[in-house]
């Protein structure tokens, strides 16, 4: 599949959740490239259609984009409850377990995520798997002893390798954390890996997002399907 018609199938996708956004509405909105068409077609129903509704982004980029459209984004502290996050994701397997945080944004994400009453992520088709894994998984370390957390995930067999920018450096979150990305090629026990990453001292979070998705729209070839979780239905 080459790039254009990846895009293209993003943007379906992202066209047809932001079907599921109506005036009134308090909504996480997430980060990365498929998510740039949703709040594209937002911001053109904002414009055209008088659509109304309060924005919680997952990252200052994600900020940034939407009130460029006039949409208006509030902290998330400042609200008591999101109507519906939705959100890309990196991979997601047969049991709704999906890997995110390829845009360094996994904290925040989960943030919003979270404190949603529903969340639906953006995909196209390339990012369904049967086991998740393939795609490195994210892992936010504060910048403080991260070298010996990264020792510790060596240690384990996780392949980590600290995430650089293209002048090198240490790429920096939201939250001046730091990216480590465990090449696994394949995650047999995400729910036992999350618990093993969420007890070292000095991870913050990582990227494994755990049954917590109600629906994934799927930009197809034939047109957006939507993947409905039974656990969550």
């Known amino acids: 599949m080459d ?22 509405m308090i909504v996480g909105l997430g980060t990365g490239s498929t998510v740039r068409f949703l709040v594209d077609e937002l911001g053109r129903r904002k414009q055209e259609e008088g659509l109304e509704f309060t924005g919680v982004t997952t990252s200052r980029r994600t900020q940034e ?16 409850h999101i109507d519906l996050c939705i959100d890309g994701a990196d991979e997601v397997d047969k049991n709704f377990n999906g890997i995110k945080g390829g845009g360094a944004a996994l ?7 979270i404190n949603s009453d529903r969340i639906v992520w953006i995909v196209d088709a390339s990012k369904l798997v049967d086991v ?11 910048p403080f002893g991260a070298m010996h957390v990264i020792e510790r995930m060596k240690e384990r067999g996780y392949k980590p390798t600290l995430r650089l920018d293209a002048d090198g450096r240490p790429v920096r979150t939201d939250e001046n954390n730091y990216v480590v990305d465990l090449h696994l090629e394949r995650i047999d026990d995400p729910a036992g890996l999350h618990e093993d990453l969420i007890n070292m001292v000095g991870v913050v979070e990582d990227g494994l997002f755990l049954d917590m998705v109600n629906e994934v729209i799927v ?3 034939n047109g957006p399907r939507t993947l409905v979780n039974p656990n969550k239905a």
């Open 3 to 24: 790039k254009a018609q990846q895009d293209a199938m993003k943007k379906e996708a992202g066209i047809e959740a932001a079907k599921l956004v109506k005036s009134g």
């Open 65 to 80: 984009q939407a009130e460029g459209y006039g949409i208006k984004i509030v902290n998330i502290d400042d609200v008591d």
């Open 107 to 113: 904290l925040w994400e989960k943030i919003v995520a």
């Open 132 to 142: 998740i894994g393939q795609f490195p998984l994210p892992v936010e370390v504060i």
């Open 219 to 221: 930009g197809d070839p």
